[in-house]
C-alpha cells in the first residue's frame, strides 16, 4: 500500500508539474498560494503520515516546490518572465531527494545537501528580486516588507536543511517559527498583491482621464462634426460645431438619434454607408454639409 501510494503521488506530481509549465500564470499571488499549498500538503503527511514508510520520500519530492513558486511568484510580480524550466527543476530535485532517501546508506546523506543548495537558494533569490523592485519602483508600504520576510523564510528553510543534516526532526522551534512566519508572510502576500492592484487601478483611471482630456481638446477645437454614438444610433457626446451648425444646443442632442438629423431624402443612403463596410465617410459628410448650405437640415 505504501509503494502504491508513493507511485499515486509521484504521477501526480508529474502532471502538476507539467501544468505548472504549461498554464503559466502571470499573477504573483496565484503563484505565491499555490507554493504555499504545496508546503501545506507536505507539512500534512508529515503529521499525519508518521507511521508511514512513504511519509519522507514524500515531503522530499513536495517539498522543493514552494521555493520554486515563491521564486515565480516573485518575478511575476517584478514583471519578470518564470523561466520555464523552474518547475520542472524543482520536481527533479525533490524526485532526486526522494530517491536518496529510498536507496538509503551512504547516498542519504546527500539529501540534505541538495535542499540547502536549492531551497534557501530560491528564496534568497526571491528576496533580491523583492529588494530590487522595492529600490527601482515606489510602491505601497506592504512592500517595503515583501524582502525582509523572504530573507526570514530563507533563514529558516536553512536551518532546517541543516538541521536535516544531522539527521534530526523538525524540533519546536522549528515548528514555531513556521507557524509564525507562515501565516505573516501570507498576510503579507496578499496585502502585497492588493494594493499593487489599487496602485495599477489609480494609474489606469489617471491615464483614462489624460487621454478623455486630450480627445476633449482635439474635438472641441476641431472645424468639424465629431460625435460619439453608442450601438443604437443615439448621440453620447458631440463637438461644438454641432450647435454652430444645427443652431441647437450641443446638449439637446444628447440621446437623440443622429439619423433624424439627416434629411429624409438621405436617410436610406446614410443608414446604407453605415451598415455596409469600406464606404468613404468624407463622401458622406460631404453630402451631409452640402444639405446644411442649402437649410434642408433645419
Not at 95 to 110: D, K, P, S, T
Not at 148 to 164: M, S
Not at 171 to 190: D, E, N, R, S, Y
Amino acid at each position: 500500500m505504501s509503494d502504491f501510494a508513493f507511485g499515486l503521488l509521484l504521477l501526480l506530481l508529474c502532471g502538476v508539474t507539467w501544468w505548472l509549465t504549461r498554464n503559466r500564470d502571470a499573477r504573483p499571488i496565484a503563484l505565491w498560494m499555490r507554493g504555499w499549498l504545496f508546503m501545506f500538503a507536505a507539512a500534512a503527511i508529515l503529521f499525519l503520515g508518521a507511521n508511514a514508510s512513504w511519509r519522507d520520500p514524500a515531503v522530499h519530492m513536495l517539498g522543493p516546490f514552494f521555493p520554486a513558486l515563491l521564486l515565480a511568484g516573485t518575478l511575476a510580480y517584478a514583471e519578470r518572465p518564470t523561466p520555464i524550466w523552474l518547475i520542472p527543476l524543482a520536481f527533479a530535485v525533490g524526485a532526486v531527494r526522494a530517491g536518496l532517501e529510498l536507496f538509503g546508506g551512504q547516498v542519504q546523506q546527500l539529501e540534505p545537501g541538495i535542499a540547502l543548495i536549492f531551497e534557501p537558494g530560491c528564496v534568497l533569490a526571491a528576496a533580491f528580486v523583492a529588494f530590487r523592485v522595492d529600490r527601482q519602483a515606489a510602491g505601497p508600504p506592504s512592500q517595503h516588507l515583501l524582502a525582509p520576510a523572504f530573507l526570514v523564510l530563507a533563514i529558516i528553510e536553512t536551518a532546517n536543511a541543516l538541521w536535516g543534516m544531522r539527521g534530526a526532526d523538525l524540533t519546536m522551534p522549528h515548528l514555531v517559527a513556521w507557524a509564525v512566519m507562515g501565516p505573516l508572510a501570507i498576510v503579507l502576500q496578499v496585502a502585497v498583491s492588493r494594493d499593487r492592484a489599487l496602485v495599477e487601478q489609480r494609474r489606469a483611471a489617471q491615464a483614462l482621464g489624460e487621454s478623455e482630456e486630450r480627445f476633449r481638446a482635439l474635438t472641441d477645437n476641431a472645424f468639424d462634426l465629431v460625435a460619439e454614438m453608442d450601438p443604437e444610433g443615439g448621440f453620447t457626446y458631440v463637438n461644438p460645431r454641432y450647435e454652430e451648425w444645427l443652431g441647437r444646443p450641443g446638449a439637446a442632442l444628447i440621446g437623440t438619434r443622429g439619423l433624424d438629423l439627416v434629411h429624409p431624402e438621405d436617410r436610406e443612403r446614410a443608414l446604407t454607408w453605415f451598415r455596409a463596410e469600406g464606404t468613404s465617410a468624407r463622401d458622406t459628410l460631404l453630402t451631409l454639409r452640402a444639405r446644411h448650405r442649402d437649410g434642408s437640415w433645419r
